[in-house]
C-alpha cells in the first residue's frame, strides 16, 4: 500500500518566504538578520532553515552571506520560484490521487470477486434444488384483482402462489410488495407448484 508524499518543513518554509518576497513583506535588497532570526520565525532547527535558504538561493532568490546575513535578492525570481514550486505540487497530487484511484479499484475488484464466488454459490444450490421456471398470467379487464393490491388479494393464501415480479407497458416491477396495486393489462410473474398456474388463472379471472 503507497503512502501519500508528505511535504517537508524546509520546503514550506522556503515557500513561504517566497510569498512573503512576492507580498513584499520581505523586500528586495533588505537583509534579514541571519538565520537565527528565521529559526525564532519559523520555530524549527537551524538546519531546517539552512535546507531552506538553500533552496532559495539555488534560484538566485536569496543571497546568502555568512556574517552579514540574508539578502533578498529578486520579485520575479520568487514568483518563478513558486510556479516552479506548484508544478511540482500538481505533480505530487496527480501522483498520489493515483495511487487512491489503485487503491479504490482493487477494492472494488475485491468486492467484484466476493460476489461473483456468491453468485456461483448460489448458483450451485439452485441446480441442487431443481430449477425455478416463473409462470405469468396477463390481468385482464373484468379481474378481480384490477385496482387492488397484492395485499387486498391475500394472493399467497388464495392461490399458493408469490409474485416475484409485474410487468407493465415495458417496465418491470420487481418484489412488489403488499401494497403494490395491480392494473388491467398488467402480467403477473410468479413462482410456486406446478399447481399454482390453473389456480392463479382461477383466482384472477373470477
Not at 165 to 188: E, M, Q, T, V
Amino acid at each position: 500500500m503507497s503512502k501519500q508524499t508528505k511535504t517537508p518543513n524546509y520546503i514550506k518554509i522556503a515557500v513561504d518566504i517566497a510569498h512573503r518576497i512576492v507580498n513584499n513583506e520581505f523586500v528586495e535588497g533588505s537583509k534579514i538578520t541571519g538565520r537565527t532570526t528565521l529559526v525564532s520565525l519559523y520555530n524549527v532547527s537551524p538546519e531546517t532553515i539552512r535546507r531552506s535558504l538553500a533552496l532559495l538561493k539555488d534560484m538566485n532568490v536569496v543571497v546568502v552571506h555568512e556574517k552579514s546575513g540574508i539578502i533578498i535578492n529578486d520579485k520575479n525570481l520568487a514568483k518563478e520560484f513558486l510556479n516552479k514550486f506548484k508544478t511540482q505540487t500538481d505533480f505530487t497530487h496527480l501522483n498520489n490521487e493515483t495511487f487512491n484511484l489503485i487503491k479504490e479499484r482493487r477494492a472494488i475488484d475485491a468486492q467484484l470477486e466476493k460476489n461473483l464466488n456468491s453468485i456461483i454459490e448460489f448458483a450451485t444450490q439452485l441446480r441442487n434444488v431443481g430449477s425455478i421456471i416463473p409462470f405469468e398470467s396477463i390481468v385482464e379487464e373484468g379481474s378481480i384483482a384490477v385496482n387492488k393490491s397484492i395485499g387486498e388479494l391475500n394472493f399467497w393464501h388464495n392461490t399458493k402462489a408469490t409474485i416475484i415480479a409485474i410487468k407493465r407497458n415495458g417496465d418491470h416491477f420487481l418484489s412488489p410488495g403488499p401494497y403494490f396495486k395491480i392494473l388491467k393489462g398488467d402480467i403477473l410473474v410468479y413462482v410456486g407448484e406446478d399447481s399454482v398456474l390453473e389456480a392463479v388463472k382461477n383466482y384472477i379471472s373470477g
